[in-house]
Every structure is written in C-alpha cells, then in structure tokens.
C-alpha cells in the first residue's frame, strides 16, 4: 500500500499536458485575433473614413450567443463591464490570463 500512494500517475501528466496545451491554443487564438481585429478596423476607416467600435457584446451577438447573466450584482457588473469593452482589450487579457495558467500547469 505503500507504494500506491507514493507512485505518481502518469495520467495525472498527461490531463496537464492536455489542459495546458488546450490553453495555450486559446492564448494563441486570442493572440492572433489581435490584429485580424485591428485590420478590419483599419479596412472599415479606410472604405469609410470612421473607425468603428466593435465590442465583446458585439461579437457574442455576430455569434448569436447571449452574454451571461449572474444573480450576484457584482459579478454582473463585470460582465457588463467586460461586454462592453473592445474586444481587443477583451482578447489581451484573455491572452495573458490562459498564457499564465497554461506556463503554471506546464511548471507543476
């Protein structure tokens, strides 16, 4: 018995990996999205002449999805907050955040 439950798992390493390659394929797919964002921009201010504003809530609805409702008004707030952001602010922060969990999971 022992032994057992010293020995370390190597499914343990391999869900790891996963969940951390999984998060660094959304890091990088928010990474990339960055400026793909930023040339539709640029096209639209050069066809037109105005910069248009697309925000988190502007995707979720070109996505036909609904933003999250919470029934505690603080995390609300922030979900309100975060839709209403532009979405490359959005896309950073995602990025930094899923590189962060994916270099802990990595380390462990």
């Not at 660094?24 to 639209?44: D, H, K, M, N």
């Not at 209403?84 to 994916?102: D, K, M, N, Q, Y």
């Amino acid at each position: 018995m022992q032994i057992l439950a010293n020995a370390k798992l190597p499914i343990a390493k391999i869900s790891r990996g996963v969940i951390a390659g999984w998060a660094l394929t959304a890091a990088g797919f928010a990474f990339l999205s960055i400026p793909a964002v930023l040339a539709y921009r640029f096209y639209e201010w050069l066809r037109y002449g105005a910069w248009p504003s697309i925000t988190a809530a502007d995707i979720f609805r070109m996505a036909q999805v609904q933003i999250p409702q919470a029934q505690w008004a603080g995390i609300q707030k922030t979900i309100d907050w975060v839709a209403a952001s532009e979405i490359e602010w959005v896309a950073l922060a995602a990025t930094l955040a899923l590189g962060f969990i994916s270099a802990r999971i990595a380390g462990e």
